[in-house]
Each structure stands twice: as structure tokens, then as C-alpha cells.
């Protein structure tokens, strides 16, 4: 045969059979109904993905086979089944490791790994408020906070962060006394004025996507002297508190550098050993490069 006979006889790219994986899902009903929506299987179908229910009568070793496990499950069980699954099938990816996620699930763990960072200069300054927990006596946490010296106003966030509707709760603090009407245990952080938004910067792997969220206001020294008790807010920064397409001062609408949130992406990843998760970022208002992570959250929603 001719060289040019032998190539008719290869398949052109578009007739080669496309790889296809199986993603085994174990979500609860909420999840799958925000999560799995038409467009998103259809994107998945057309690049070869399929999703899978995972059945929970039934042992996981004996479905699939499974190229992917995706999960937000909790419990003792749910983890031990998982780990038992990832010695048996240690070729299969699990988003994320059970142990892995436990570190969000507590408020005073979360936010240790980016504490620890060391980013250099040119890529900003990155921390997180100052913090205190409490774990009991809400009688006492005037006593406390004056003795780690923390500043009001001060934001009061449960303790458990377990992705349901009462851990994302969160009170603003304006005096020292009304710390006692707080629920312990819980997590104490100096409310840090960044312009009324906040960045919420969803990790998948390498890929970053960022959004701007409206948040809680600046606070004035004027409001510290007018205000006083605890202020509740049951939900901040969720998807219909959007400010992408707000009118905002440029100096609060613009985003953190790519650069920085690269870095930040790639040392959190390794730090927690999670594929999949979000960050909650503030700038501290008035300056251009001081950012602080105040939330870290698994497998999120919008």
C-alpha cells in the first residue's frame, strides 16, 4: 500500500469514539435539584459525561464502574463507606476526601491553613480577622472578648459550618454587653469594612470563576455610638444578593488580580487537599491589596 492509502484508511478525528466517564453522585435532594440542572447534563452529554445516582441500599463497591465520585454527604458512615471505597478503588477520583471536607465543617479549623499563608508582597496581603471562639457561657463572652482585646463591632458565626441553612446565619454585634444574647458555640471576628461586597471565588481544580456578592456595610464610628444590640442576618452574599451588574465605586467593583487568586487557589488546595470548594473574600476598604478570607465552604452553591 501507498502512504495515501494508508491514511484513508485511519478514522478522522471526528469519527474516533469519544472517551466517556461516569460520574457516581451522592447528593441530598436539595443538591441535586440546585446542582444538576438541564444545561449543565447537557454540557456534561455532549463532552462524553454522564452522571449516575448513587444507591445507597446497596454496597458502593458493587455500582459503577465510576470514574468520579462527587458527594456532599455527612456522617460517620457516609465517611467510613467512602474510605473503604477509595482502598478498594484507589484509580476512581472522589471530590473530595471525607477527611478533607471535616476540616470546613469547624469554623476554628477553617480559616488556620490560610493564617499560615505566606504570600509574597507583589501578590497583596491576604489574612483573616482577628477571631475567638466560644464554646459555651454566653455570660462570659463580654469577659472574653475584652480579654483578647477584640474590637467591636464584631460578627458572630455558628461554630459548625455543615452546609445547612442555620450555619450560614450570622449576627453583627454592636456592643459589649449584648454578646451575651448570643448562641455559643460560635465564632467571634472583627468585622472588617470593605465597601458593602465581598468576592466569592469558586475553586474547581485549577479553573476559577469569581462573582461579586453585596455584604454588610461599612460601619462608622458614628453608627458604633447610635447602635447598640445584636443585628441578625439570615443569609449574606447568596446568589440573589448578586452586584455584578451593580453601579459600584470602581474601587470596590474591582476584582482581586488573577495573579493573587491563582496563588491563593493553588496553596489552599494543597493545604486542604480539596478539588472542589469557595472562598469568601473581602478587601479591606480604602486600601487596594489588603484581602482577608472571612469563609471556606465545600462543594457550594450559586
Known amino acids: 500500500m501507498s502512504p495515501c492509502s494508508i491514511q484513508t484508511l485511519q478514522p478522522s478525528p471526528q469519527h474516533q469514539q469519544q472517551r466517556q466517564y461516569v460520574v457516581g453522585y451522592a447528593l441530598t435532594s436539595k443538591k441535586v435539584k440546585s446542582f444538576l440542572q438541564p444545561k449543565l447534563e447537557g454540557l456534561a452529554r455532549n463532552n462524553g459525561i454522564s452522571f449516575v445516582p448513587i444507591d445507597h441500599n446497596r454496597p458502593l463497591s458493587d455500582q459503577g464502574p465510576f470514574d468520579v465520585v462527587l458527594h456532599k454527604l455527612t456522617g460517620r458512615e457516609w465517611r467510613q463507606i467512602l474510605e ?176 493573587l487568586l491563582e496563588r491563593l487557589s493553588k496553596e489552599l488546595r494543597q493545604r486542604l487537599g480539596l478539588q472542589l470548594f469557595n472562598l469568601d473574600i473581602i478587601r479591606e476598604h480604602g486600601t487596594m491589596d489588603r484581602y482577608y478570607v472571612i469563609d471556606i465552604n465545600y462543594f457550594p452553591g450559586k
Open 84 to 259: 473503604e471505597y477509595r482502598q478498594i478503588h484507589p484509580k476512581v477520583l472522589v471530590l473530595d476526601p471525607p477527611d478533607a471536607i471535616k476540616r470546613l465543617q469547624n469554623r476554628q479549623s477553617m480559616l488556620q491553613c490560610v493564617a499560615d499563608l505566606n504570600l509574597s508582597e507583589f501578590c497583596g496581603k491576604v489574612g483573616v480577622p482577628r477571631q475567638l471562639v466560644i464554646q459555651r457561657d454566653a455570660s462570659s463572652i463580654p469577659d472574653f472578648v475584652a480579654k483578647a482585646g477584640l474590637r467591636l463591632p464584631l460578627v458572630a458565626k455558628p461554630l459548625v459550618n455543615d452546609g445547612s441553612a442555620k450555619s450560614h446565619e450570622l449576627s453583627l454585634a454592636y456592643d459589649r454587653y449584648s454578646l451575651q444574647k448570643l448562641e455559643p458555640p460560635l465564632v467571634l471576628q472583627e468585622f472588617v469594612n470593605h465597601g458593602g461586597v465581598l468576592f466569592k471565588v469558586f475553586i474547581v481544580g485549577e479553573a476559577i470563576k469569581v462573582v461579586r456578592r453585596f455584604s454588610l456595610p461599612n460601619v462608622t464610628k458614628r453608627d458604633l455610638l447610635s447602635n447598640a444590640g445584636v443585628y441578625r442576618f439570615p443569609r449574606v452574599s447568596c446568589a440573589a444578593a448578586s452586584a455584578d451588574d451593580a453601579d459600584l465605586d470602581p474601587s470596590v467593583a474591582e476584582l482581586p488580580p488573577r495573579h
